[in-house]
């Protein structure tokens, strides 16, 4: 059997081609193609039912984008090792292509469709995201599931003040833009992205370039439709429909409904009045409907909702709350709400409400982000819940879905743009709840997270707020109307769901979805304005309310102080086995994280008690200090020897204090001079420059005895460089004992036997 697939290749712009192909791979689907840049190879699927299920009322489209650990010669590491539950970044990459898909059916197609994209060949440096909605559409568009355009997907970053269509990986890490934008080769489909403080026009003209890339890939995949001999979509079952009974609702409901739109009544009043029209509606038509119109009745009378609701903002410029079109809610803040959180705010926006808090953690809390490719660690974590009780509703509780991953997403890239960098020690999760949702709630994650973050004294430089907009626009007259800080009902309702995040300078994130063809770039520099100005609207409040970032933690927040060292040393602060860490972090009770960084090791000490902080940091300080002749320290007596003192002058250094440097008067041992465990303060006089060991002494600290004469000094038998002279015979035994361990180096521990290493006893050079 011969496969014979057909494919169309075209060039990115730099040289890099971009190769679809179909007729080789998965050929029971409706439609199936590959696409290919460098090695990165995705298969994409698409299937859909021929009829719609019955009572079916609304489009079911599935789309699931899943990487394949085999694809990057991977295994996965769960215990099942294999692939199971889409992972956040994979249900992220799922939404950048249901979004961009969703409106291309038409209003009437009640089918189920189930798109599957699969990463199944991984290039460390192609990022499959920005080419998998062009999988998508490819495979749509060789398939007779009736679509009604072509669309594709690219991201644009900007690269050493360059814009680059669909940058390699590397090029992306030094990106300050990184934009992924949908269209048909007309019309504006989707944006997402962040940004650090870009401003409207550069956003403009990213999205510019962008659509001349897509018009493209348009061009490519209609090469490879006509080459496949794709001419027709199928027919489909079109919904019951009753002109008749639409124009009855119409005549009936229509003012009322408008009255109740123009009242600026709160929402659950509002709907409660629809509703009560709606009940109203039933009554009027009667029970003898048949079942069929029965149906109907919901349907028309929310569509009429909807039509007298966009009529009414744009010919009267009256919301639904009686706000202006460029009016942001009341706005009420307040920041250390809750007493046992590192930080917490509650930001409150008409009837949206966002309770978050802050929580610091060591690195040994960073999350781990897997896909096929990559593993890296992340230090900045934001978690975005939305509860049921937000809306008035009871539903079950099954975990985020993908909305929820969605918002955090968006809110988390935001903030990042402020975070401070790899030299801050703490990892930082933020979790916004969502107490109450009238629209825009990931917005009001933003602005709590901001104010939550200062409150915890994270370094944010600057705060960071996000506004929603929304578009109405009417095709009959082209005329239109941008809302600022939209509501839930108008969310629905419009043609257009815009929000932006950023500080007093910039932007640093945008997600945007249109609903209908024909946007155009006066729009979106309309919509740009009016969001600039409400940013800062809310900008001003937020300053109000918390003007900088506490300049240190909260006091019951984990404390942390980051230590240099040179690399050499970080050896020596971890210990053979962990050992000596291991103790530093059991005697003190703090958590310590060491990291090799170039030529330098960098030591993060936390705790959450001040004393038991500064305790670890001066341990570890010892550890890597370099002893400096003529200072003096603070020592501990380890054990006693006829001949002298071991002592402990810095962590981890010991040296002998002679007999004869304990004191100006002659001992003939130490027995009540020195006890073990006796705190004693010596001055490190030198080092034998034979063996290195520390030359320290006590009495040089202490006034000397009036009437003491300083004796000549001898000289030594043995050529020895011993300061002061004076080491006596003491007969065999003491050359033995030079013998064995004269030469022995020491450096501030015992030798290779575990013991301290023998010395001669020595004897004052005074008469007393």
């Known amino acids: ?69 085999a ?25 950048l292509i249901d979004r961009a898909l969703r409106p291309l059916f038409p209003d009437d197609y009640l089918c189920d469709v189930q798109v599957l994209v699969s990463l199944i060949s991984s290039d460390p440096e192609v990022m499959p995201d920005a080419l998998a909605c062009l999988a998508a559409s490819a495979a749509l568009a060789v398939s007779d599931v009736p679509i009604q355009e072509i669309i594709s997907e ?19 890490a030094t990106a300050d833009m990184d934009f992924i934008v949908a269209a048909t080769e007309k019309n504006i489909m989707m944006v997402e992205g962040e940004s650090k403080e870009c401003s409207e026009e550069d956003l403009i003209q990213a999205i510019e370039l962008a659509h001349n890339a897509i018009r493209i890939q348009v061009k490519a995949q209609e090469e490879l439709r006509d080459k496949k001999g794709i001419t027709a979509k199928r027919e489909f079952t079109k919904p019951y429909d009753n002109p008749e009974l639409k124009a009855k609702i119409a005549e009936f409901a229509t003012e009322k409904i408008f009255n109740i739109a123009a009242a600026a009544s709160a929402k659950h009043e509002r709907s409660d009045a629809f509703k009560k029209v709606e009940e109203e509606l039933v ?45 942001v809610r009341p706005l009420e803040m307040e920041v250390d709400i809750l007493p046992s959180p590192h930080g917490s705010a509650l930001f409150t926006r008409g009837e949206t409400q966002s309770l978050t808090t802050v929580t610091l953690g060591t690195p040994d809390d960073e999350l781990l982000v897997e896909t096929a490719a990559t593993s890296n660690y992340s230090k900045f974590i934001l978690h975005y819940n939305f509860p049921p009780f937000s809306t008035g509703e009871v539903k079950m509780m099954r975990g985020p879905g993908r909305r929820e991953v969605g918002h955090g997403n968006l809110a988390m ?95 640093c994130g945008i997600q945007m979805d249109i609903k209908v063809d024909g946007l155009s770039m006066d729009v979106m520099r309309q919509a740009l304005a009016q969001a600039n100005r ?24 984990p404390r942390m102080e980051k230590l240099i060292i040179d690399r050499e040393f970080i050896g020596a602060v971890i210990g ?50 370099v002893p400096e002749v003529g200072e003096v320290y603070e020592s501990t007596v380890k054990s006693i020897m006829p001949y002298g003192a071991f002592v402990e002058f810095l962590p981890g250094k010991q040296g002998l204090l002679h ?6 008067k002659r001992l003939e041992n130490l027995d009540g001079v020195l006890t073990e465990g006796e705190k004693v303060k010596v001055k490190l006089t030198g080092t034998d420059p034979k063996t290195g060991k520390f030359k320290l002494s006590r009495k040089v600290l202490m006034p000397k005895p009036e009437g003491y004469v300083e004796r000549p000094e001898r000289e030594q038998r043995d050529g020895g460089d011993r300061r002061g002279g004076g080491f006596r015979d003491r007969g065999r035994g003491g050359d033995r004992d030079r013998d064995r361990g004269g030469d022995r180096g020491f450096r501030g521990g015992r030798d290779d036997r575990g013991t301290p290493p023998p010395m001669e006893a020595q004897e004052p050079m005074f008469d007393e």
Not at 154 to 172: E, F
Not at 534 to 556: S, V
Request: charged share 25%; proline share 4%.
């Open 1 to 69: 059997m011969m496969l014979t697939p057909t494919s169309v290749k075209f060039d990115i712009g730099d040289g890099r081609e971009v190769t679809i192909e179909t007729g080789k791979m998965a050929r029971q689907a409706d439609g199936a193609v590959t696409v290919r840049l460098g090695n990165c190879i995705l298969l994409a699927t698409v299937v859909a039912n021929k009829e719609p299920k019955e009572g079916q009322s609304f489009f079911p489209l599935i789309v699931d984008y899943q990487e394949k650990f």
């Open 71 to 95: 694809s990057a010669g991977r295994i996965p590491g769960s215990f099942f090792k294999r692939e199971g539950k889409l992972s956040d970044s994979e249900v992220l990459i799922s939404r």
């Open 154 to 172: 690219v991201r644009v970053a900007r690269v050493d003040g360059k814009m680059v269509i669909n940058p390699n990986r590397s090029q992306l």
């Open 283 to 327: 009554t009027f038509l009667g029970e003898e409907l048949p079942e069929e119109d029965q149906a109907l009745i919901g349907k028309y009378f929310h569509a009429l909702e909807k039509e007298v609701v966009r009529n009414m903002i744009l010919d009267k410029s009256i919301r639904l709350d009686g706000r202006s079109l460029d009016q």
């Open 413 to 507: 890239r935001s903030l990042k743009q402020m975070m401070p960098g790899n030299d801050y020690a703490y990892t930082v999760r933020v979790v916004s709840d969502i107490l109450e949702s009238n629209g825009s709630s990931s917005m009001a994650t933003v602005c709590a997270g901001s104010l939550a973050l200062m409150d915890a004294g994270v370094p944010l430089p600057k705060h960071v707020s996000g506004v929603a907009m929304g578009l109405i626009s009417r095709a009959s007259d082209g005329k239109w109307a941008v809302l600022t800080d939209i509501l839930g009902d108008e969310d629905h309702l419009g043609d257009m769901d815009f929000k932006v995040t950023g500080t007093r300078d910039g932007i």
């Open 534 to 557: 409400g940013r800062m609207h809310i900008l001003d409040a937020m300053y109000e309310t918390m003007p900088a970032a506490r300049p240190e933690p909260k006091p019951h927040a």
């Open 576 to 625: 053979p086995g962990g050992k000596v860490i291991q103790e530093i972090q059991r005697e003190t009770g703090t958590t310590i994280n060491i990291e090799e960084v170039g030529q330098t090791g960098e030591v993060s000490i936390f705790s959450s008690q001040k004393e038991s902080l500064d305790k670890a940091l001066e341990w570890v300080k010892g550890i890597v200090a």
């Open 659 to 664: 007999i004869s440097e304990v004191s100006w």
